[in-house]
């Protein structure tokens, strides 16, 4: 089997040298580094997927509508943790590609007690006052009493999450994409086995939905944890991280952790302004009814789907480039980061035409009756299509944040979506557009911030900004 996977791959390698999208050297380690995380990202994405299509089986319109909008939040929790690892990717791939493992170690340590700090008061925020944020959509009766159902129970999950996607990108960091990939898609599998069976043998709607992602994501903490400290797995080719977490000091280092911040939070606000897009888009989406806010929160659930490629190829990038910059390659990053954007465009536009093709059987997996299909099948379409500049922006995104540089995609991303896609939206509430500026909307809220940063990337800034972070600016 091992043999005949090694020669699919020399193929495709071939073949995409021959059309000038990536040169077969590149591709190997891009695609072993890749590959487990698209697996990953897609059992992630799944797991609300499937909660979607669920809750609208079991509970209906009511259930779907209150969901998206408690999901909304959830993805805010998604999106810091997203930020803050991003740094610790950064600068874990960095010292480890100057091998500086101790160091990188250290900036492990580090962003667990950010991600601890940063987690308690989102918890007790989903704890007290679920019902005042689930009002804040301007939802029905039933709608918000479903979704503040399930961001109450969901809460605890938010600790649990943060630091998964520390000890992910930690792994990534390091080139290890395999061992996270078993643990993220072995707690998605039974995550929709416990959904499942809460929400359909025990009769819970979407409280069962709600359990079944906090105990999956609770599990999945202790498995990545044993690891993340150095024990050995000894099962399934899983490898204990080499710059482990230690009990022994020191646990704070002020200029590493000045470091951490310095990146993470301008990354941060481009991923939450990324998150806080979904707010105002739901609450437009809320005027014109649950059926609306469904079909919109199908088209953007299948894109998050296709969008399980930038796990893999984002994070690949965010990791070659790293290494690379850690070990004064320059010119090596920057072929690395170009191939991998090239790659990128090419894989979401195949995707896209793929899903546009299939767009009504996909969206009859969420929804029922002809009115309610039709629209949620447009909106499925329109945003594969739209996925196209999330593959552009996120392999941009991802080789700029491998050189440590996350203030201008934070603008980028800023620009995108308060700039273009909101505004798109609202001329639905006052223009004849109605609906069709949604689509519009999802539409700009991708396309925008690609173009951007891919102008960013081949300007070339991020190679100076890199220089700031290396192991040789220790000594400098």
């Known amino acids: 089997m091992a043999g005949r996977q090694s020669a699919v791959l020399e193929s495709v390698a071939g073949a995409l040298e021959r059309l000038g999208i990536i040169d077969a050297e590149r591709f190997r380690p891009t695609a072993e580094l890749a590959w487990p995380r698209i697996v990953t990202g897609f059992a992630i994405m799944s797991k609300q997927t499937a909660d979607l299509a669920m809750v609208g089986i079991a509970v209906g319109t009511a259930g779907t509508a209150g969901l998206a909008f408690a999901l909304a939040f959830w993805e805010l929790v998604v999106m810091v943790g997203l930020g803050l690892a991003g740094g610790t990717v950064s600068l874990v791939s960095q010292n480890y590609g100057g091998e500086e493992a101790e160091r990188a170690s250290l900036v492990v340590t580090q962003s667990v ?3 601890v700090a940063i987690a308690l008061p989102i918890v007790a925020a989903f704890w007290l006052f679920a019902d005042v944020l689930i009002g804040l959509f301007g939802a029905g009766p039933a709608s918000l009493a479903h979704g503040a159902t399930y961001l109450t129970l969901v809460a ?11 000890a992910s990108r930690t792994y990534t960091g390091v080139g290890d994409t395999f061992t996270e990939m078993v643990v993220r898609a072995g707690g998605a ?16 709607g979407v409280a069962g939905a709600a359990i079944g992602t906090t105990l999956s994501t609770g599990f999945v903490t202790v498995v990545l944890a044993w690891g993340m400290v150095g024990r050995s797995y000894g099962v399934f080719g899983m490898q204990p991280s080499p710059v482990p977490i230690t009990r022994s000091g020191p646990w704070l280092e002020p200029r590493l952790l000045r470091q951490i911040v310095e990146i993470s939070t301008p990354e941060i606000g481009r991923r939450l302004a990324q998150g806080i897009a979904v707010f105002p888009l739901l609450w437009i989406a809320a005027s014109f009814g649950p059926v609306v806010v469904t079909a919109l929160e199908v088209g953007r659930r299948v894109r998050s789907l296709i969008n399980s490629v930038n796990w893999g190829l984002s994070l690949a990038a965010s990791s070659l480039v790293g290494q690379q910059l850690g070990a004064n390659d320059e010119d090596e990053a920057g072929a690395y980061g170009a191939a991998i954007i090239r790659l990128s465009a090419v ?39 739209s996925s196209i500049g999330f593959g552009v922006d996120g392999a941009a995104t991802g080789a700029l944040l491998g050189a440590g540089d996350t203030r201008l995609p934070f603008l980028a991303s800023l620009i995108g979506r308060y700039g273009f896609a909101l505004p798109a939206a609202a001329l639905g509430l006052v223009t004849p557009l109605g609906v069709a500026a949604l ?8 396309a925008v911030p690609g173009g951007i940063n891919y102008w960013l990337f081949h300007r070339g800034r991020w190679k100076a900004v890199s220089r700031r972070y290396r192991p040789s600016s220790e000594t400098g």
């Open 113 to 115: 007690l950010l991600a």
């Open 156 to 166: 605890p999950a938010v600790l649990f999450e943060l630091l998964n996607l520390i």
């Open 189 to 204: 599998v039974l995550n929709v086995v416990l959904s499942g069976v809460l929400i359909f043998g025990f009769e819970m």
């Open 347 to 385: 894989c979401y536009t195949g995707l896209a035409v793929l899903v546009v093709v299939f767009a009504e059987p996909i969206a009859s997996l969420f929804v029922s009756g002809a009115d309610e299909l039709a629209l949620a099948a447009t909106f499925v379409a329109v945003g594969a299509v």
């Open 439 to 446: 689509y519009l909307a999802l539409l700009l809220e991708t």
